[in-house]
């Protein structure tokens, strides 16, 4: 399963920090599906996203890109198993219950990071999703996150 639209292309209203097109300020994240239950997302850094030495990056950057490409494909998948084109109709949004995250090697600035989601569980109200980050070909973190839905007026 492919598409060119970003997920967050087509989701409105957005000003998210990490993944909002209308947050001018924003990190502006993409996430594309590259199979069924599978999303995949490829950030690059900037020179001020670094960790303390100016060759890693953030750790906070890193959980904010995690949590904005898996709560998006949280949604996403909350439109498709409605039956509906993801951003058609009555919104449907879903928050972070519980972000895990394991720093396992760090990454550097200067490279892009590639991160690939999947869905592992799913049911009304929650969507449970593995989240790897690498950079370099080297896996830098793993991430088990919990999407809550919200109403559409969070
Ligand atoms: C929106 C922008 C869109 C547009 C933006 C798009 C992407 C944005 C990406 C960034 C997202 C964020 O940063 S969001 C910001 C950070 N997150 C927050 O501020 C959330 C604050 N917390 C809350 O509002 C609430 O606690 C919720 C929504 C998480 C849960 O509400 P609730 O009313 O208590 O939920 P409840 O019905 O009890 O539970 C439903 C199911 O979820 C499970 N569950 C509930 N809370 C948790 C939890 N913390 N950790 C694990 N699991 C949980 C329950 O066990 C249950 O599972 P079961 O019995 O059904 O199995």
């Avoid at 639209?5 to 209308?22: K, S, Y």
């Avoid at 200067?110 to 070909?137: F, M």
Wanted: charged residues 20%; contains cysteine.
């Amino acid at each position: 399963m492919t598409q060119e639209t970003a997920i967050q292309d087509q989701i409105q209203g957005n000003h998210c920090f990490g993944c909002g097109p209308d947050n001018d300020q924003g990190l502006h994240i993409k996430s594309y599906w590259t199979e069924k239950d599978q999303t995949r997302c490829e950030f690059f850094p900037s020179a001020h996203h670094n960790a303390g030495p100016a060759q890693y990056l953030n750790g906070g950057i890193m959980a904010t890109v995690i949590d904005c490409h898996t709560v998006c494909t949280a949604i996403a998948d909350g439109y498709l198993q409605s039956g509906r084109a993801v951003g058609s109709g009555d919104r449907i949004w879903y928050a972070t219950g519980n972000l895990d995250i394991k720093y396992l090697a760090p990454a550097r600035i200067d490279t892009p990071l590639i991160l690939e989601a999947t869905i592992t569980e799913r049911s009304p109200r929650k969507t449970v999703l593995h989240c790897n980050l690498s950079s370099d070909g080297r896996l830098c973190a793993k991430a088990e996150v919990i999407a809550v839905r919200v109403p559409g007026d969070w």
